[in-house]
């Protein structure tokens, strides 16, 4: 998890009780398979470490959130079992959110597209500038929005995960995505996304530890299949981001970038 801007990075920062966990990739803060197992991987320490009572998922840069898959990588998939490993990154990352026993507070300053969507929503509390639109882009891109789908239909509900996945190439607003449950405050601008996020760290850090890991395990109660489900959908993405036709639209992504 050494920081590499060229390639992106994970970083963990602990300030007391609350570790925040940043992430960043120079390609909009796309994210690789590299940065998807670092990822998961600061989630599940931070969160079993008993010193860490709460954790703030955040991105580097002070525009985009997550631009979601790096194409870059989608555009050199090959096989079916390369297809899977990458998608399960993403199934790694949510899973680990869903799975430690510490709440997760998502910071969002900027857009959250496809998979970024899918971290906003699988974060266990979600606060937001008002820059902060939402896509999951996926079906454009001739994949569909697999894995990170159970996450927003269990955030969002399915009538708005649906109006996202089927309308694909447009964004919605973060006044949108409050009021369907994706966000639970929106701000007018980072600085004040820091100081809700920092208040709202320093109460829970502050509450019982067995009552935050008893509350957190009810409110992801009915999930427990999400190991076999989330590799179950990483598989039919690993599957159609193989097609010509889902590589043909990567290809054109990457001309235009």
Request: charged share 20%; with cysteine; aromatic share 6%.
């Amino acid at each position: 998890m050494n920081p590499n801007p060229n390639e992106g990075y994970v970083r963990v920062e602990r300030r007391g009780t609350v570790s925040h966990i940043e992430f960043f990739h120079p390609q909009s803060n796309s994210l690789p398979s590299a940065v998807l197992a670092d990822l998961a991987q600061a989630i599940r320490g931070e969160g079993h470490d008993p010193a860490v009572h709460v954790i703030v998922l955040r991105s580097g840069g002070d525009r985009v959130f997550c631009g979601g898959a790096s194409f870059t990588e989608l555009a050199s998939i090959r096989t079916e079992a390369q297809g899977l490993a990458f998608f399960s990154g993403f199934a790694h990352v949510i899973n680990a959110i869903r799975t430690v026993p510490k709440f997760v507070i998502g910071r969002v300053q900027g857009k959250a597209v496809g998979g970024g969507v899918g971290l906003a929503s699988a974060v266990d509390y979600c606060v937001a500038t008002q820059h902060a639109a939402v896509k999951l882009s996926e079906l454009a891109v001739g994949i569909g929005p697999f894995v990170v789908g159970p996450a927003v239909e269990r955030k969002m509900g399915l009538s708005a995960m649906s109006q996202l996945a089927i309308d694909a190439t447009e964004f919605r607003s973060a006044a949108w995505a409050a009021q369907h449950g994706l966000y639970a405050q929106v701000v007018e601008d980072a600085e004040a996304l820091d100081a809700a996020v920092d208040a709202l760290a320093e109460r829970l850090a502050s509450q019982s530890v067995e009552a935050t890991v008893a509350l957190k395990h009810a409110l992801w109660h009915g999930t427990e299949h999400w190991g076999e489900l989330l590799l179950e959908r990483a598989a039919i993405s690993g599957r159609l981001v193989r097609t010509d036709d889902a590589q043909s639209r990567i290809q054109a992504i990457l001309k235009k970038s």
